[in-house]
């Protein structure tokens, strides 16, 4: 079955930088888009970035364009999200996410950001 595991978050000050990665089983993944999308308390989930398949385009939500940058890589069936200038309003649980399957979701991992 489809299974997305998220790893790589954590506490971190304003103005720092972290990546989250996902590992992709279950189905071909060179063959699907990708996205990451978050979940802040008290708020509905937003979507934070999406890759293609091949990894050449790539889409943004307002608030994270340019300091956000989501990437893949096919082989290791893995995609990350790299976070600079992290503020606290990026505070939330983060989750993968692939449409394969009607929809398949990771468990998420914690960012936190604060001093």
């Known amino acids: 079955q489809v299974q997305l595991v998220e790893s790589g978050g954590g506490l971190v000050q304003p103005g720092g930088s972290l990546t989250l990665s996902c590992l992709a089983s279950?189905?071909?993944?060179?063959?699907?888009?990708m996205a990451w999308y978050r979940q802040a308390p008290g708020k509905e989930r937003e979507r934070v970035a999406r890759i293609t398949p091949s990894g050449r385009d790539t889409s943004y939500g307002d608030s994270v364009k340019g300091r956000f940058t989501i990437s893949r890589d096919n082989a290791k069936r893995t995609v990350y999200l790299q976070m600079s200038s992290l503020k606290p309003e990026d505070t939330a649980v983060y989750y993968c996410y692939c449409a394969y399957g009607g929809g398949s979701w990771g468990q998420g991992t914690q960012v936190a950001v604060s001093s």
């Open positions: 279950g189905f071909l993944f060179s063959t699907w888009p």
